[in-house]
């Protein structure tokens, strides 16, 4: 199912947000991609159990993007563990690229992979989320 969702609820659920892998996007970077994001965008809404083995498969198998991307830890727990449905959107801006699971009322990023332009610009500590 999609759900609209407008930019103001997103950027208000990104901040809101306790993920480990959102918190070390830089504050600039995460501008940028709230600045990209249109006024509404579509939200896929849907059992995380239903998302786990698509992106077992289709991400961790890919040696680029997962070298090249961080948040797995916390991406792959709560796809294991949350029985709730969640939002599923991808965000983008400055070189960066946001995969973001949203919690059911979109009131907050519960987990997301998260690619900077290039490795050398992973915060510090990214590779343990």
Same mark, same amino acid.
């Given at each position: ?5 407008? #930019? @103001?609820?997103?950027? +208000?659920?990104?901040?809101?947000? !306790?993920?480990?892998?959102?918190? =070390?996007? &830089?504050? /600039? ?36 993007? #997962? @070298?090249?991307?961080? +948040?797995?830890?916390?991406?792959? !727990?709560?796809?294991?563990?949350? =029985?709730? &449905?969640? /939002? ?42």
């Amino acid at each position: 199912m999609m759900v609209e969702v407008s #930019r @103001e609820r997103i950027e +208000g659920a990104l901040r809101a947000s !306790d993920c480990e892998a959102v918190k =070390k996007v &830089p504050e /600039g970077a995460l501008s940028l991609i709230v600045g990209n994001i249109e006024q509404t965008v579509p939200v896929g809404m849907g059992p995380a159990a239903n998302l786990a083995p698509i992106y077992r498969d289709r991400y961790e198998s890919i040696k680029e993007f #997962r @070298e090249e991307s961080f +948040g797995w830890r916390g991406f792959f !727990d709560v796809l294991n563990e949350v =029985k709730e &449905p969640v /939002g599923l959107v991808a965000v983008r801006g400055g070189g960066w690229r946001m995969i973001l699971l949203l919690d059911e009322s979109f009131d907050s990023v519960v987990a997301s992979l998260v690619r900077p332009p290039s490795r050398e610009e992973w915060p510090e500590g990214a590779s343990t989320t």
